[in-house]
Every structure is written in structure tokens, then in C-alpha cells.
């Protein structure tokens, strides 16, 4: 779907097209580091009521937009998880504990019983957050919809929660390794419809998150995470540029570049010259600052941004960003450093 925007620069830079300067956005820019999104948590009474009632995921999308014009796009506030939830799984979220499943997806009977969640009757409170967004930012930037990947979803389906081991779905992966392969099945056909949903609704891009993918072995990452999100890129087709993130997936970029994906998210594990070097001009490549950069003071942070558009290099293709979600303790303003920082610097890479 092609709008005409004020700003694609984002858009632009994931087409590998020239840009007057490096676009900019920030994973997790909505959040609890700002104190207008705190008052917000506290006024809709929890996370999932403001991730499932669209005005204030609108306002909790829009909150950084207004703060940092900076910014080259938004991404719609909500959530992973969203799609085992309409699974009807008993997605809730325990105090210091993260999001929990009342029923983890453990054998072939729970899998049997999941099916392709409608994105209208059982997720449109995303589509309408994304279209009450796309309302409000006019035509001023581009949108971001996102899912989290099959794997990554399939560890807290099947985990019951977050883990550190990942005994549960690792074990699976060993020793009924097509039950897995029937779980990512039902999940990347759900993720398919729903992205798809979100473009309908005004989405200009996509991202899809592969927090756990990193977790993995080389033959399995390819078996059991690129797999499906690839087969979510071909689903998806042309409609609009798709970025993969894998955490921790610098050692498959060259894989993951033959999806077909628009670009390549990096964590700050990996040097953004040597992600070029290995996928040439096939992909954009977006990061990859390391988060706790913005604990730095303002004169660091812009000294980490030049270190980061020097490691890019000169051309197009380059999105700026962090290597994962901005920290909850980081003081707005060396956000901001950032952003002045990625404003007054990077034009001189487009020349």
C-alpha cells in the first residue's frame, strides 16, 4: 500500500533509495522511560487494557511522535502476544513476573486445538489502534505494524511465560519435532493475516520481531525460525517493505537476506560495516546502537552515533536505531541527544 507522506525517508531508506539524511526510529519508543506514558499505564489500569482499547494505544503510540519530532515514524503500541491470546491461551502478565499463559501449549491435543485467530472479530482493537494512529498522523511519516515471529511466540506459548532455559521448547524441538513444526505452522499463517490486517488498516511497513531466534543452533534457527518467518514475507508479498529482527542473529544475515525481506534489523552485537559487507545492496540494514548507550552523557551518545553511521558508511540503505528496546531508566532528554545527534551527522553519508 503506497500513501504519499511528508517524510518517507523511512520508506525510501528501505527501498535503498537516496535520502537527504539517515532516517531514525526507536524500538520500544513508547514506553516507560517517558512519564506521559506511566500516566497513561496508570489511567487504562494495566497493559493489556491499554494494548486492547485503540484510543489509548493511539495516545501511547502518538506520546513520542509529539515529544521527539525527530522521529521518522511511529510504530503502533501493542504487544507479542497478541495473537496466542486470541488463541485463547489465558495471555496475563504477573507482577515483576512478565506475560504469562494460563494454558502453555504442551502436546498435539493443545495444538489441535488452536486455530487462525479472524483479525477482525478476534484482533481488530489492533486494526483500529492502527488506523486511529494513521488518523492522527495524517500524512506527516510512515506507520510500523509488527508481530513477533513464530518461534519467538512459540516460546512463551509453550514455556508458559518468559524462561531463561527454554527447556520446555527445546526439549519439544528434539523430541517431537513436528509437533513444533505443526504449532509455527498455525502461528505463521495467524501472523500472516494479521500483518496483512494492519496494512489494510494504514501500516506503511511491517517488523517482525525474532527475540529468541538467537537461542538456537544454526541448523535449527534456519529449520524452525527463518522458515516460517520467510514463509510470512512470501505470504505478505509487495504490499510494503518487511524488516526482520533476530536477536542475536548476526551470523545469518546472509539467509536471512534471501527471504526477501526489505531489511535486515541488527542487534549491536554485530558491526553494521561488516552486516554491509556481507549482504551487499540485497537489503536495508537497520540499528544498532547498544541500548545502554543512552545512560552515556549527551557528548557520548553523539559520539556513538557518529561511530555508527561511520561503520555504515556512505550510501543508502541505512535505518538508524538501537540494537534492541530503549531501557525504562534512560532520561528522555539523551534520547533526544540521539536524535539531534542521527539529524545533524548523517547528512554527510548522503553526499
Known amino acids: 500500500m503506497s500513501r504519499q507522506l511528508d517524510n518517507d525517508r523511512l520508506l525510501r531508506a528501505l527501498r535503498r533509495e537516496p535520502v537527504d539524511r539517515t532516517p531514525v526510529w526507536i524500538m520500544r519508543q513508547a514506553g516507560r522511560y517517558l512519564p506521559e506514558y506511566r500516566a497513561l499505564r496508570t489511567q487504562a489500569g494495566d497493559f493489556l487494557t491499554l494494548c486492547k482499547t485503540p484510543d489509548l494505544a493511539c495516545e501511547a503510540t502518538m506520546q513520542p511522535i509529539r515529544r521527539f519530532p525527530q522521529l521518522d515514524a511511529a510504530i503502533v503500541f501493542s504487544d507479542i502476544l497478541t495473537v496466542p491470546d486470541a488463541m485463547g491461551r489465558g495471555l496475563y502478565f504477573a ?5 504469562r499463559f494460563e494454558k502453555p501449549v504442551r502436546n498435539q491435543r493443545d495444538v489441535k486445538t488452536l486455530h487462525v485467530p479472524d483479525p477482525v472479530d478476534d484482533l481488530g482493537y489492533v486494526s483500529d489502534a492502527v488506523a486511529a494512529v494513521r488518523a492522527a498522523l495524517g500524512d506527516s511519516k510512515p506507520l510500523i505494524g509488527f508481530a513477533g515471529s513464530p518461534w519467538t511466540v512459540a516460546t512463551y506459548m509453550v ?4 524462561s531463561k532455559t527454554y ?35 494504514g501500516a506503511d511497513a511491517l517488523m517482525i520481531f ?4 538467537g537461542t538456537l543452533t544454526p541448523a535449527g534457527y534456519r529449520e524452525f525460525s527463518l ?10 508479498g509487495d504490499t510494503v517493505p518487511v524488516v526482520l529482527f533476530t536477536k542475536g542473529g548476526g551470523a545469518w544475515l546472509e539467509p536471512m537476506a534471501d527471504t526477501g525481506a526489505a531489511g535486515l534489523g541488527l542487534d549491536w552485537t554485530t558491526d553494521l560495516g561488516d552486516a554491509r559487507s556481507r549482504v551487499g545492496d540485497r537489503v536495508a540494514l537497520q540499528g544498532n546502537l547498544d541500548p545502554c548507550v543512552l545512560y552515556a552523557k549527551p557528548a557520548q551518545i553523539r559520539a556513538a552515533v557518529a561511530d555508527a553511521l561511520a561503520s555504515y558508511g556512505h550510501g543508502n540503505g541505512h535505518v538508524f536505531n538501537l540494537g534492541h528496546g530503549i531501557h525504562p531508566g534512560v532520561d528522555p532528554g539523551h534520547l533526544e541527544a540521539l536524535l539531534d545527534a542521527v539529524h545533524e551527522l548523517s547528512p ?3 553526499e
Request: glycine share 10%; net charge negative.
Open 95 to 99: 507482577s515483576g513476573e512478565g506475560p
Open 159 to 162: 514455556e508458559g511465560g518468559s
Open 167 to 201: 527447556s520446555h521448547i527445546r526439549g519439544m524441538l528434539h523430541a517431537d519435532p513436528q509437533l513444533l513444526h505443526d504449532l509455527l505452522d498455525v502461528l505463521a499463517r495467524a501472523t500472516s493475516k494479521y500483518l496483512a490486517a494492519q496494512v489494510a488498516a
Open 210 to 213: 525474532d527475540t529468541w531466534g
Open 227 to 236: 522458515r516460517y518467518m520467510a514463509a510470512i514475507v512470501d505470504a505478505l
Open 348 to 350: 554527510d553519508w548522503h
